[in-house]
């Protein structure tokens, strides 16, 4: 079984300001790792995802994750943000298995205002 | 490619009523999700389905829900006796097999209000 931790729920920020939202993990098997951005009343995208290889993996809209097993971490950050960037943002783990069921964490509000 | 699409957007029963929610997954994907999502909480695994076949169902899935997929194509998440804990977003995603590892994609959900 896996389980995602997002300790802050909130983060406000200015505009133009660099976050980070943190993201740690558990899980006894290799996982893949997500971050999925949901807007209101819409459904969650698909933000970027870490499968292997590099552990550093990029956004096309500036945002990066950096995987750290030793850590068990893949905390999203943004050299800086824009106000349209306010939104939920969510962490999620599947196995690497056959399983294929997302396992999410509950989500930190990125706030971010001039 | 309309994406995932999930029917109606909003419902809104009186406790004790049954009710019936619709996923058309992008038509090439094979495995279809659903997903309740509270507020202030990130989504939880109710069921999946790849084709027609409904391969596991998470512990939240209580007796008075069910879900199918007749023909491997669209689904169904239904309700009966609807009580106020019951109140969530409702979400279905698709992918395909091979190519789980892109993630999901999401519909834009169906919002339950049980009054």
């Known amino acids: 079984a896996q389980s995602v931790t997002q300790l802050d729920s909130q983060v406000p920020v200015f505009e133009e300001a660099p976050v980070e939202l943190r993201c740690n993990y558990s899980s006894s098997v290799s996982v893949y790792l997500f971050w999925y951005v949901q807007y209101p009343n819409q459904g969650l995208q698909l933000l970027l995802k870490y499968l292997s290889g590099s552990t550093l993996v990029e956004s096309i809209n500036g945002f990066e994750a950096e995987f750290n097993k030793s850590q068990t971490s893949f905390h999203l950050r943004k050299p800086s943000v824009h106000i349209s960037d306010t939104a939920e943002y969510f962490c999620?783990?599947?196995?690497?298995?056959?399983?294929?069921?997302?396992?999410f964490g509950t989500g930190t509000r990125l706030q971010v205002t001039l | 490619d309309t994406g995932v699409s999930q029917n109606p957007r909003h419902k809104i029963t009186k406790r004790g009523q049954n009710v019936t929610f619709r996923c058309d997954p992008i038509?090439?994907?094979?495995?279809l999700y659903w997903y309740r999502q509270t507020l202030g909480q990130g989504p939880e695994f109710l069921t999946y389905?790849?084709?027609?076949?409904?391969?596991?169902k998470s512990r939240l899935l209580s007796d008075r829900f069910s879900a199918e997929r007749p023909k491997g194509s669209f689904s169904t998440l239904e309700i009966q006796r609807t009580e106020q804990g019951d109140s969530a977003m409702y979400l279905c995603?698709?992918?395909?097999?091979?190519?789980?590892?892109?993630?999901?994609?999401f519909g834009s959900g169906t919002r339950l209000t049980v009054v």
């Open positions: 995603a698709s992918s395909h097999e091979t190519s789980g590892t892109r993630g999901y994609t």
């Open positions: 038509s090439e994907h094979n495995r």
């Open positions: 389905f790849q084709n027609e076949a409904q391969l596991e």
């Open positions: 999620a783990v599947r196995s690497t298995g056959t399983a294929s069921k997302l396992t």
